[in-house]
């Protein structure tokens, strides 16, 4: 999986939001919010990843147990789909 082209990743006050540009933004309006760890999984989703290699990043990058991590990516890229943010 992978996020749709036309989706930008910035840092504004600190804060880091995703940006519809383009076409995108006809079909999205608005803008996302992301944590910390929203903000290291949207990086790994620029390019295309398996949901294993995700949450294989998640457990070498934070310290929180597996079914943890699992209920977290879950809920994480239920919300992209829902969104229709994946190629």
Do not use: C
Request: zero cysteines; a negative charge; glycine letters at 8%.
């Amino acid at each position: 999986m992978k996020i749709k082209d036309g989706y930008l990743l910035r840092e504004v006050a600190g804060n880091h939001v995703v940006v519809p540009t383009g076409k995108a933004a006809l079909d999205f309006s608005g803008v996302i919010t992301l944590n910390g760890a929203g903000t290291f999984l949207w990086k790994l989703l620029e390019t295309d990843k398996t949901e294993q290699e995700l949450l294989s990043g998640l457990l070498e990058e934070y310290e929180i147990d597996e079914a943890a991590a699992k209920a977290d990516l879950s809920e994480f890229l239920a919300k992209l789909k829902a969104a229709a943010l994946f190629e």
